[in-house]
């Protein structure tokens, strides 16, 4: 790294932060923060870096931080778009404690302002959560003096993107003087970009591992710098053999593919060959990290699978893992000895894994709305940009799979010589104009339509755009937010109802909102858990489960069987067709999470429902939201039954369980599996665990004396101290699985 022009111990920042660097070997300032130094990110200017992937833009933003936090005090807001990317960033960020910075980390509970964060510096959020705290008025959010937008080429992104400009747009009119950051690796319209947020311009090609792109065709790789490499044919899949080359050059390999199948599939495929690349420390690293593995959450095929394959060194990686799966995965490729990931294109999206090579095996996705659809061009400049390991790599690789001549041209056309998709706006959808429109009545920062015009016109889509270019698609959004009773209008200004700003806390889509309030029954008669279920998997916040031709016969006969039961009647399937099948898969969706309460087997759900274990808890998190939502509106209108039914179906999701577990797993340490195996050896409340004998707790599969030693600290009782005696301790290390389906 000789040759760059600026010290750490040059800056213009505390000597504390100076010698935390260092100490952290952090001694010199690459291109690219030389240069935002040199255009004054020390100085409180507003920055944007387009820079390559590890050319160091998080540095530039904790330099800001370090800067105006111990100078001018208050707080930095550091914002991304993914809970997995602000858990890396809030360890990353943790070292500053050694310097009496306090980080903290907020991403959930989207009903809080969390005044806990007064006494924070530092704070990791996500862009939906930052939306939240503003939507709370979160007080301590008048003493944020630096702001990033990490990723900020997100805001091309349908679902996430009207978040982040609109989220960014308001930090800007409450902190007018707050610096702003804004970082990514690919932005090929970055000029607009920093226009829009008066910033000055870091544009810059500069890797500290030197990239070359290349396309595979035929047992040889082409290089855009005019190089080949021959690869040997070991296997029939040409990934394989890329793969395999790697490792014989002491390599790592990321093979990026189009489904989540195929991930699976690859590493099994890959697993064969790689016994001679391990050698015997590695080997038994593998061997208990693999055992790691099956220590989170319950033991399924899915888990089971995983570790064999980690036990050979390979790992396959995507969104329907468990989060502490895909950590683990993570870390252990980062320490070289997982050698080789598969994964699907989210690993993309931030999550730093960098590897020597990284291999397209698929330039096309899979969509609900269009079926497959070609790779975005920026989206195969992030996963390129994995490509080459700082510290250890001189060389990174970034190849693509042809399967003719034809294919291979059109390959290094559209791709390695293709330039990226500019980042254009989509707050001017209709979910987006009224999920913010009625934020901004509710929270009071825009309350007239000229007020709403002069705020859009300071989002990205305001800069590149006239706000009255879509006045009428902003009156229509306030006239539908007026006629459901969400707003009214007082002559010129729009002020919120109790309705309409409650919602708006809940960070729920108003549509949702208006559905669980017109179907919620008024009447004090019981309400199946299947119907609520179904009511709130009807909202669009709830995802919905793809339905096959073959689930039609199975969802038909559960609707002609409750029909009667459900709050929402089924539209006409020969009039509305589309309609009807929205219907039904909502009803597989609250089918799934019927199951769920109702402890079936995690395993079992998986299979039924084609899940991995991280969708079913995502499934979970946001039924039971969604579940919370529809209580805060039953209490807002008075539904005192429906208050107290959907507070125990509340938990009941939270936790996966029957109504007859919600004491034992209001423990902590006593999950679903745990609870039921107390339940059943006749511990069913919390005084029978506390008058229970320790050596009689022993005896119940799956409960051992950590998990003892938790209930004690939680409730009394006995002391644990015994050992688990020898007769059971087969027993319970051999209970991992239990099924309840019955």
């Known amino acids: 790294m000789e040759g760059f022009d600026i010290k750490i111990e040059q800056l213009d920042i505390p000597e504390r932060a100076k010698n935390l660097l260092i100490s952290e070997g952090i001694t010199e300032l690459f291109p690219p923060q030389e240069e935002a130094v040199k255009k004054g990110v020390l100085k409180g200017r507003n920055v944007v870096i387009s820079a390559p992937t590890a050319s160091g833009k998080t540095l530039v933003a904790e330099l800001a931080i370090l800067k105006k936090i111990f100078e001018e005090g208050g707080k930095a807001l550091y914002m991304v778009p993914l809970r997995a990317l602000a858990n890396e960033k809030y360890e990353e960020f943790s070292k500053y404690e050694k310097i009496d910075l306090r980080v903290a980390l907020s991403t959930g509970d989207y009903d809080s302002s969390d005044p806990w964060l007064e006494n924070y510096n530092i704070i990791v959020t996500t ?146 060959y790689l016994n001679k690349y391990l050698n015997n420390r590695e080997k038994e690293q593998l061997k208990r990290l693999a055992n790691e593995i099956l220590k989170h959450g319950e033991t399924t095929k899915q888990s089971k699978r995983l570790s064999e394959l980690i036990e050979h060194g390979v790992a396959y990686h995507h969104a329907g893992l468990r989060y502490e799966h895909r950590k683990i995965i993570e870390r252990s490729f980062r320490e070289n000895l997982i050698k080789v990931v598969c994964a699907t294109p989210t690993l993309a999206a931030g999550v730093n894994l960098p590897a020597r090579r990284v291999i397209i095996r698929d330039h096309h996705r899979y969509s609900p709305e269009y079926g497959y659809e070609e790779l975005p061009v920026l989206e195969y400049k992030q996963q390129a940009g994995r490509a080459g390991r700082p510290k250890y790599d001189d060389l990174g690789e970034a190849i693509l799979i042809a ?86 209008q007082r002559e010129r200004f729009f002020l919120p109802t109790l309705f309409g700003k409650r919602v708006s806390e809940l960070y729920i889509d108003p549509m949702s909102a208006i559905i669980i309030r017109k179907h919620l029954p008024i009447d004090g008669g019981h309400v199946d858990e299947l119907a609520y279920l179904h009511l709130i998997s009807y909202t669009p916040d709830m995802p919905k489960l793809h339905i096959s031709k073959r689930d039609y016969e199975v969802l038909m006969e559960v609707l002609y069987e409750k029909e009667d039961e459900l709050l929402i009647k089924s539209p006409d399937p020969d009039f509305n067709p589309w309609e009807f099948e929205e219907y039904l898969a909502s009803l597989k969706t609250a089918l799934m999470i019927y199951d769920w309460i109702n402890e079936k087997s995690e395993d079992e759900i998986l299979d039924k429902y084609n899940l991995g274990s991280g969708d079913l808890l995502r499934y979970a998190e946001t039924a039971g939201w969604l579940v919370y939502a529809a209580k805060e509106i039953a209490r807002l209108f008075e539904l005192k039954d429906r208050v107290k039914e959907l507070e125990r179906l509340e938990l009941r999701v939270k936790h996966g369980v029957k109504e007859e577990l919600l004491e034992l797993v209001s423990l902590k340490g006593i999950g679903r599996i745990k609870a039921r195996a107390l339940y059943n050896y006749g511990y069913k409340s919390i005084e029978d665990l506390r008058r229970a004998r320790n050596s009689d707790l022993l005896m119940v599969p799956g409960i051992g004396p950590e998990t003892i030693k938790k209930i004690r600290e939680q409730i009394g009782g006995e002391q644990i101290t015994e050992e688990v005696p020898k007769e059971r301790r087969k027993i319970i290390k051999q209970t991992t699985i239990f099924d309840f389906s019955t």
């Not at 082409?222 to 080949?228: A, L």
């Not at 399967?403 to 059109?410: D, I």
């Not at 007239?448 to 879509?470: N, P, Q, S």
């Open 403 to 488: 399967k003719s001549e034809e294919e291979r041209r059109y390959l290094f056309e559209r791709y390695v010589f293709g330039e990226p998709e500019e980042i254009t706006s989509k707050l001017a959808t209709p979910s987006a104009l009224r999920f913010h429109l009625l934020a901004m009545i509710a929270t009071g920062y825009a309350n007239t339509e000229g007020l709403i015009i002069k705020f859009l016109g300071k989002t990205f889509w305001g800069y590149r755009f006239k706000a009255d270019t879509i006045l009428n698609d902003i009156r229509d959004t306030l006239m539908f937010l007026t006629g459901e009773g969400l707003i009214e």
């Open 127 to 272: 862009n939906e959560k930052a939306d939240s705290l503003i939507r709370h008025h979160a007080k301590w959010l008048k003493d944020v003096k630096v702001i990033v937008a990490d990723e900020i080429h997100l805001i091309t992104d349908q679902k996430r993107g009207p978040t982040l400009e609109v989220v960014l747009a308001r930090l800007m009119q409450m902190r007018p003087d707050a610096q702003v950051l804004a970082l990514s690796a690919t932005i090929k319209n970055a000029q607009e970009i920093a226009e829009w947020l008066n910033a000055e311009l870091i544009l810059s090609n500069w890797r500290p591992v030197y990239l070359r792109e290349g396309v595979y065709f035929r047992g040889e790789i082409e290089f855009n710098d005019g190089t080949y490499v021959t690869i040997p044919i070991v296997d029939s899949d040409p990934a394989v053999n890329i793969v395999l080359d790697t490792l014989n050059n002491g390599g790592q390999a990321l093979v990026f593919l189009s489904t989540r199948k195929s991930t699976v599939a690859l590493s099994a495929r890959i697993a064969r």
